[in-house]
């Protein structure tokens, strides 16, 4: 359910996986060009460029059609319209289907991670929602580069089940239960990947980039654990392999927004200058509401956010993080 880059890239990825068994995929499309496009010339131009999709991909405009017998539905949606979208689909989801969110954002106003915007609005048991998450850029899935990335399910034989359809020769997928920390890991990069994209657009070099990308992760982990996430969830690939793949790779949004925030664009400029969503800009004071309401130290993200709401400059944002109280790097705070 959506044909962005990524709902489309994971559209691929099922379908060359399920090749062999006649497994038929459906995407929904909110622009009627894009599916004709996808139907017609096995395409997403505007989101993919020239790479082919197989034949086994379809899509429709409808969601009652595209939802018609899905054992499996992916919600590919953007994360902060994904609550008012759900009501179109609520009554054409098959009673035992499983549901997969791609979607890395927090709900701005209520700091609901996906999954759970998803069992509220549709009623979905726990053990029937899953997340797919880790340093999955679209358009390098899309040219079918090898990728490894994580299923994560509170139920283990659902996330192996759905491993099992997205295991093409190029995507390997691992799982686990941790569906919060794998969420927050997806969250919480796109936040820091800004404050390093806003580090490359001010000319600071690697040492200055390395620093923020390790001490992100050390906030990211801080709010996963608080909220009942694992340790183990934020060293592998859903952690810091996507945050490492989203602070580094030019393909990243977030990093490309925050390297045009660092070259002096203001907010609007940089919205206007990106055709596809940077979800920190979205996320960010949900991110940082919620940890204030765990008494999570998070200051990178804080910066991040004074930066996006006017309040901080760029040229201060380093100022402020390297002034802050000297510490053990082991602290929690």
């Not at 505007?46 to 034949?55: I, M």
């Not at 969601?63 to 992916?74: D, I, M, N, S």
């Not at 609901?112 to 053990?127: K, N, P, T, Y």
């Not at 994560?152 to 686990?176: G, K, L, M, S, V």
Request: charged content about 20%; aromatic content about 4%.
């Amino acid at each position: 359910m959506g044909a962005g880059s990524w709902g489309t890239t994971f559209a691929k990825v099922l379908a060359d996986s399920g090749a062999d068994e006649g497994t038929a995929v459906q995407l929904w499309a909110r622009r009627r060009e894009a599916a004709d496009e996808i139907n017609g010339l096995h395409r997403n131009a505007r989101y993919l460029g020239d790479v082919p999709l197989p034949p086994n991909v379809t899509a429709t405009t409808d969601p009652a059609e595209a939802l018609a017998g899905a054992a499996l539905v992916v919600m590919a949606v953007p994360a902060q319209t994904l609550r008012e979208q759900l009501p179109l689909f609520r009554g054409h989801i098959e009673p035992g289907a499983v549901i997969v969110s791609l979607m890395k954002g927090l709900e701005r106003g209520t700091d609901a991670r996906m999954s759970q915007v998803i069992r509220e609005e549709l009623g979905w048991a726990e053990d029937a929602v899953a997340v797919v998450s880790g340093p999955n850029l679209a358009m390098e899935i899309a040219r079918e580069e090898p990728t490894a990335s994580v299923v994560a399910c509170p139920d283990r034989e659902t996330a192996a089940w759905i491993a099992e359809a997205c295991t093409p020769d190029y995507f390997r997928p691992y799982t686990n239960t941790d569906l919060v920390g794998a969420e927050i890991g997806g969250i919480v990069k796109n936040v820091i990947a800004l404050a390093v994209g806003i580090c490359d657009g001010r000319g600071m070099g690697d040492n200055t980039k390395a620093s923020v990308i390790t001490r992100g992760l050390a906030e990211t982990t801080r709010l996963a654990l608080a909220l009942g996430g694992q340790l183990e969830t934020m060293s592998g690939l859903a952690g810091l392999g996507d945050l490492v793949a989203t602070c580094s790779s030019p393909l990243s949004r977030n990093r490309t927004a925050g390297r045009l925030l660092g070259q002096g664009l203001t907010l609007a400029e940089v919205t206007a200058a990106t055709t596809q969503t940077a979800e920190g800009i979205k996320s960010g004071p949900a991110v940082l509401d919620l940890a204030r309401r765990l008494g999570v130290d998070m200051p990178i993200t804080e910066a991040v956010v004074h930066v996006l709401d006017g309040e901080l400059t760029v040229d201060d944002m380093a100022a402020r993080l390297l002034g802050r109280e000297l510490k053990s790097e082991g602290e929690k705070a």
